[in-house]
């Protein structure tokens, strides 16, 4: 269901269990199924929408059925490179080890302030990146609000837990570019202008 009213039906769930085998042979991985283990993970859901719940929770059939199929891609690839993190993996190591050279800090991987500021500024410059490349620039209402509030947080990491007291996030622009958007190389240098114009105003409020 995606709330309590519309389109619903039944869902089927693929998980993994990355765990060491010795912990795997103590204790069966169905039990630890969706209680927020971080090495029994779920890698696809799959729900069939053929009801529409109305209001008074009963049931109509849809007049048409389909099939709503989601899999995390962060996910898919830390189980095919056999990772312990989404963030030890190549989606996120570049980013990360260019955000080390930029900060002359080393990132721990682990759960103190400095770690967590190194995560937050790897996931947030890729979805911050991706957005403006599909065209959706940051602004004061909608869609491009949440960019912008996006941009400000990673800015707010960067700036009271590494320290940073400079725009450095726009440098971040042309690896991911590189990495994953062939069509943003046309128009990289307007997305490395358009993130630091946003990163800049609020580092000078901060």
Same mark, same amino acid.
């Given at each position: @269901? ?18 060491? @085998? ?6 069966? #991985? ?22 529409? $719940?109305? !209001?008074? +929770? ?5 007049? +048409? ?6 899999? &995390?891609? @962060?996910?898919?690839? $830390? ?34 302030? @400095? ?11 890729? !979805? ?14 909608? !869609? &491009? ?8 947080? !990673?800015?707010?990491? +960067? ?5 940073? $007291? ?11 570019? #590189? ?28």
């Amino acid at each position: @269901e995606m709330g309590d009213t519309g389109p619903c039906g039944p869902c089927t769930e693929i998980h993994i269990d990355l765990r060491p @085998e010795a912990d795997r042979k103590k204790t069966d #991985g169905k039990v630890l199924v969706n209680t927020g283990h971080p090495q029994v993970i779920e890698v696809w859901n799959n729900v069939f929408m053929e009801f529409n $719940r109305k !209001a008074d +929770a009963s049931l109509e059939p849809l007049p +048409a059925r389909h099939v709503d199929t989601g899999m &995390g891609f @962060e996910r898919l690839v $830390r189980v095919l490179q056999g990772k312990q993190s989404n963030y030890d993996t190549d989606v996120f190591s570049g980013t990360i080890q260019t955000v080390e050279k930029i900060t002359g800090k080393k990132y721990q991987a682990k759960d103190d302030k @400095e770690s967590v500021a190194f995560r937050v500024l790897a996931d947030h410059i890729r !979805a911050i990146s991706f957005t403006i490349a599909d065209g959706q620039l940051p602004s004061n209402t909608g !869609a &491009g609000y949440v960019i912008r509030r996006i941009l400000r947080r !990673a800015v707010r990491y +960067a700036f009271s837990t590494l320290q940073l $007291r400079e725009p450095f996030l726009f440098k971040l622009v042309p690896l991911l570019a #590189g990495q994953f958007l062939r069509h943003m190389h046309r128009d990289v240098d307007i997305h490395v202008a358009t993130a630091a114009g946003v990163e800049l105003r609020h580092a000078q409020v901060l």
